[in-house]
């Protein structure tokens, strides 16, 4: 619950809108029951002045060039961490001990193979299409392949595929285990395109 309100006048009519505080950045105006009560909309285009969403992982200021991970500086995690434990941050809120990275990479180890017929995906695409875009369009693709490991009613199998259970560390996401091995796929077909240099 708000503890603080924003009014808005219209057509005589006041409607109380809840202010929120977040952890960073400037308070938020929630307008979510505006349509509803009132029937207008609120006009903001390019989102300069509007939050689009809630995050406890990501903090983004681009007027001030700031690009925060669970609190972690963007610059500070690419200068100091690896790409698996910066997976372990976003996934579970908190950079990895010792013991918890070994076993992240043991399980991460064990399901670093590309499904066959992903490989179909990378076919799909051009030659010359742009390495991220290809790699866009799998990653997006993956929620197919994981789909029967999944209840989408329980939290924790959503993010690890059951079969990868471990009782010393709690679930995680295959997407991220997968992008070591999927992205060397997209960036080999296209350099197959390019021309040979003497």
């Known amino acids: 619950m708000a503890d603080k309100t924003a009014k808005l006048t219209l057509d005589g009519k006041d409607y109380d809108l809840p202010v929120l505080r977040p952890t960073l950045g400037p308070d938020v105006i929630d307008i979510r029951k505006l349509y509803g009560e009132a029937d207008v909309f609120t006009f903001d285009p390019g989102?300069?002045?509007?939050?689009?969403?809630?995050?406890?992982?990501t903090y983004i200021d681009g007027d001030v060039g700031e690009l925060l991970y669970r609190g972690y500086p963007i610059e500070q995690l690419a200068d100091k961490s690896h790409y698996l434990e910066v997976c372990y941050l976003l996934l579970y809120g908190e950079l990895p001990n010792a013991a918890q990275m070994v076993d992240f990479e043991n399980r991460?180890?064990?399901?670093?193979?590309?499904?066959?017929?992903?490989?179909?995906?990378?076919?799909?695409?051009?030659?010359?299409?742009?390495?991220?875009?290809?790699?866009?369009?799998?990653?997006?693709?993956?929620?197919?392949?994981?789909?029967?490991?999944?209840?989408?009613?329980?939290?924790?199998?959503?993010?690890?595929?059951?079969?990868?259970w471990s009782p010393s560390c709690r679930p995680s996401p295959p997407w991220p285990i997968n992008i070591p091995s999927a992205s060397p796929s997209s960036i080999r077909r296209t350099a197959s395109a390019m021309p040979a240099t003497s």
């Open 47 to 57: 989102f300069t002045s509007t939050a689009s969403c809630e995050s406890a992982i």
């Open 108 to 164: 991460v180890t064990r399901h670093t193979m590309v499904h066959e017929q992903m490989h179909y995906f990378f076919r799909g695409f051009r030659r010359d299409a742009h390495p991220m875009a290809t790699m866009v369009g799998v990653v997006g693709a993956m929620a197919a392949f994981y789909h029967d490991s999944t209840d989408i009613a329980d939290p924790g199998s959503a993010r690890w595929p059951r079969s990868a």
